[in-house]
């Protein structure tokens, strides 16, 4: 239980366990006892184990009251004005950039190993210049979120920098650095293109883009490309 013990304190505080950084206590990830451990700790904690062969992940199931990301931590993230309509822009940010990186439909979903903040803007404009009755439609019909507000938001943001109004350019790095600070992409060339890490590459292709999650996401996408034809 000791080493059990030892392995669940890195995976709460890091989120992960690697044989790079710990191979001693990787090493004891394999033992069988110690595993099945991990695994009733699992599911009484309501999170998941995803193991790849350099490391084993933890992720929090979704409604997880303790390790998982809230919409009140984006808005403390976001400012001390920022309503929910602004945590739910964060996620719909957020959620472009992952099908950005992933969105390929070979073997390795991975289909481009960088993103300029710029280029995100503009998908975001694209995609949320639709109309609001579109919006309404092809949004709302699946989940329970105002998207039309959430467009609405992201149109009303300056397009520039301007003192008086948030740029969309902020808006898109404030959802970069809450990606960044679960290690799960970095910033480079100054602060002007973002990069997967490898804990973010290895979470997608093993755990989150299972046959199921890729064909509700894609279909999603696709409704709304279709809308703009």
Known sequence: MKETLQILKILLTDGELNDTSNPARFADFKDPKVRAELE???EELMFTLV??????YLVPEMDNPFLSLTLGDLRKGIGSAARTVDAFLQCTIMMVILYLFFGGKNTDPLRTPFLQIKDIVAELDRRLAIPEEQAAAVWQEEMEINFTQVAQTWNNLSIR???RRASRE???LKACR???KQKL???YEEGTEIRPTTRLKDLMTNYYLSDERVAA???LFAREENSHA
């Not at 193991?51 to 084993?56: D, I, N, R, T």
């Open 161 to 163: 920098e301007d003192s």
């Open 217 to 219: 996401i894609q279909s």
């Open 170 to 172: 902020e808006t898109v």
């Open 51 to 56: 193991e790849v062969p350099h490391a084993v």
């Open 178 to 180: 809450a990606l960044e």
């Open 185 to 187: 992409i970095g910033f």
């Open 40 to 42: 009733e700790f699992a």
